[in-house]
């Protein structure tokens, strides 16, 4: 079983729906949660952090933590066509030996759509 | 100016041979990684560095071996590629611990394919 599981998709949505992408995780020392979008052929690009649990809004992205069920979410409002992207949720302990390793989930393709 | 670059962008390649990718960065990082996609996009790091230092070593064959002559550069070189070894290969840089708000930096990948 891998430490991070993520539904790879694909994922198609019509423009403005609201979109739900999630992650689980094994690991209890998982602190830092992030999410990644990664268009075609390029590099992946920080989308939005959390640290332990709660939520985070940046405009159109909410993310969510709950350390307790381990699993965390991202929604997107108002989607839009240039959302159309993979997003990867990573994951990262607080540091010592694990300093700056962070464990990816595989990655949901997602298509919004006009 | 591009923040985080690697060279060559594409590489096509025979098993057997000896290859290296080349990656730098621009932004006064610290800390640089190599990760390496599958076709499924799953990313996996596979190094790190710290001011010149390696710090993570995940369980990667010796076939693979960093080289980072400053903190600005960090090369990969793979010995005897094999055909599972075609992959994307990603490099990324941080101030720090890359976690939370100390953003990692991906450069565009290189793309290697062993034939």
């Known amino acids: 079983q891998k430490e991070v599981e993520q539904d790879p998709g694909p994922l198609s949505v019509p423009e403005g729906a609201i979109v739900s992408l999630n992650c689980t995780y094994s690991?209890?020392?998982?602190?830092?949660f992030m999410w990644y979008r990664q268009y075609s052929r390029k590099g992946p690009e920080l989308l939005m952090y959390?640290?332990?649990?709660g939520n985070k809004e940046d405009g159109r992205f909410t993310a969510q933590v709950d350390k307790s069920s381990k699993y965390i979410s991202l929604f997107i409002r108002d989607s839009q066509p240039s959302d159309s992207a993979t997003y990867l949720c990573?994951?990262?302990?607080?540091?010592?030996?694990?300093?700056?390793?962070?464990?990816f989930g595989q990655g949901t393709i997602l298509t919004v759509h006009p | 100016d591009t923040a985080v670059s690697q060279t060559p962008k594409y590489l096509v390649t025979q098993m057997g041979n000896d290859k290296s990718i080349k990656c730098e960065q621009n932004?006064?990082?610290?800390?640089m990684y190599w990760y390496k996609q599958d076709s499924k996009k799953f990313l996996k790091i596979m190094f790190s560095?710290?001011?010149?230092?390696?710090?993570i070593n995940e369980t990667v064959p010796n076939r693979f071996s960093p080289k980072s002559p400053d903190k600005a550069h960090l090369n990969l070189h793979i010995n005897s590629l094999e055909l599972g070894d075609s992959a994307v290969y990603f490099c990324?840089?941080?101030?720090?611990?890359?976690?939370?708000?100390?953003?990692?930096?991906f450069g565009p990948g290189t793309r290697l394919t062993v034939l």
């Open positions: 560095y710290n001011n010149k230092e390696l710090i």
């Open positions: 990573a994951m990262s302990d607080a540091g010592g030996t694990s300093y700056g390793k962070l464990t």
């Open positions: 690991n209890s020392a998982f602190q830092y």
């Open positions: 959390t640290y332990s649990s």
């Open positions: 990324a840089s941080s101030q720090g611990e890359g976690a939370g708000g100390d953003t990692q930096y």
């Open positions: 932004l006064g990082h610290d800390t």
